[in-house]
């Protein structure tokens, strides 16, 4: 983590303030005091000074449990206000058609509500064999690609909490068990994109990735669903994969992610 560079015009306490934020907000967890001093090369008074401000104002929070710190509910107010300006749903438009275009297949954008996937809009494929359109449709986020790829960057105690009355299998192929659908999030974070393999819809296959804000927030996904006679394995590896990763990449920095 480097430290921003003075300039003739910056307040430097400011710029020490937002480099925490910046540091915790790339950081998995939590970190001490001491950690924080040593990333940024710091002193511990310094930085004691800088969290209790932060703290007072909400953006970084102290966990009395483990003495350490974390980003706070403030931060996550203004990347949800900075969205809602930006206007996912026109942001998105651009590159739903780009990937429709590479890969005639219908593509969606859609949004988690609490255990739920919401489908926000779509651009439809030009083949007269299509999946029905999704447009406001809400299902269970673990068993769509789309879902499984924004729920795989929530903790296991989120998980457990969604879903603590357990899952309902939709298909034959829909992911029942939680502790299952725990490691298959850890792959889907690991490989960066999910697959729903006939677990919402039989005869239906589905390909999605996250998009990210510029905290790095999770704050939608990217999908691209077509028959199963359309999405074989080697398509879905050699094709749809790359497009739909590289999709949700630029949404992401559109979004001000890194």
Same mark, same amino acid.
């Given at each position: 983590?480097?430290?921003?560079?003075?300039?003739?015009?910056?307040?430097?306490?400011?710029?020490? #303030?937002? *480099?925490?934020?910046?540091?915790?907000?790339?950081?998995?967890?939590?970190?001490?005091?001491?950690?924080?001093? $040593?990333? @940024?090369?710091?002193?511990?008074?310094?930085?004691?000074?800088?969290? #209790?401000?932060?703290?007072?104002?909400?953006?970084? %929070?102290?966990?009395? &449990?483990?003495?350490?710190?974390? @980003?706070?509910?403030?931060?996550?107010?203004?990347?949800?206000?900075?969205?809602? +300006?930006?206007? @996912?749903?026109?942001?998105?438009?651009?590159?739903?058609?780009?990937?429709?275009?590479?890969?005639?297949?219908?593509?969606?954008?859609?949004?988690?509500? *609490?255990?739920?996937?919401?489908?926000?809009? !779509?651009?439809?494929?030009?083949?007269?064999?299509?999946?029905?359109?999704?447009?406001?449709?809400?299902?269970?986020?673990?068993?769509?690609?789309?879902? /499984?790829?924004? =729920?795989?960057?929530?903790?296991?105690?989120?998980?457990?909490?969604? &879903?603590?009355?357990?899952?309902?299998?939709?298909? *034959?192929?829909?992911?029942?068990?939680?502790? %299952?659908?725990?490691?298959? =999030?850890? +792959?889907?974070?690991?490989?960066? &994109?999910?697959?729903?393999?006939? %677990?919402?819809?039989?005869?239906?296959?589905?390909?999605? #990735?996250?998009?990210?804000?510029? !905290?790095?927030?999770?704050?939608?996904?990217?999908?691209?669903? $077509?028959?199963?006679?359309? =999405?074989?394995?080697?398509?879905?590896?050699?094709?749809?994969?790359?497009?739909?990763?590289?999709?949700?990449?630029? @949404?992401?920095?559109?979004?001000?992610? /890194?």
């Amino acid at each position: 983590m480097m430290k921003r560079e003075k300039s003739e015009y910056a307040v430097q306490a400011v710029n020490n #303030a937002i *480099d925490i934020l910046d540091l915790l907000g790339d950081t998995e967890g939590e970190l001490s005091m001491s950690e924080i001093g $040593a990333k @940024l090369s710091l002193t511990r008074s310094n930085v004691n000074k800088l969290l #209790a401000t932060l703290e007072g104002f909400g953006y970084v %929070e102290y966990n009395r &449990y483990t003495g350490n710190f974390r @980003l706070g509910v403030k931060t996550f107010q203004i990347s949800q206000a900075y969205i809602k +300006k930006l206007n @996912l749903i026109e942001i998105s438009v651009q590159i739903l058609t780009l990937v429709k275009e590479k890969l005639n297949e219908s593509v969606y954008i859609s949004v988690l509500r *609490d255990g739920n996937v919401v489908y926000l809009n !779509m651009v439809e494929t030009d083949h007269a064999v299509r999946v029905l359109p999704r447009i406001g449709n809400v299902g269970p986020a673990y068993a769509t690609a789309t879902g /499984k790829a924004q =729920l795989a960057y929530k903790s296991n105690e989120e998980i457990e909490r969604l &879903y603590k009355e357990g899952l309902t299998k939709v298909t *034959d192929n829909t992911i029942a068990d939680v502790d %299952e659908l725990e490691e298959e =999030l850890e +792959k889907v974070k690991e490989q960066g &994109y999910a697959v729903d393999d006939e %677990e919402y819809e039989m005869g239906v296959r589905c390909v999605g #990735a996250p998009i990210f804000d510029f !905290m790095n927030n999770v704050i939608a996904g990217i999908s691209v669903s $077509a028959p199963l006679e359309r =999405l074989s394995d080697e398509r879905i590896k050699k094709e749809v994969i790359p497009v739909i990763v590289d999709a949700a990449e630029k @949404l992401s920095g559109k979004f001000g992610s /890194k």
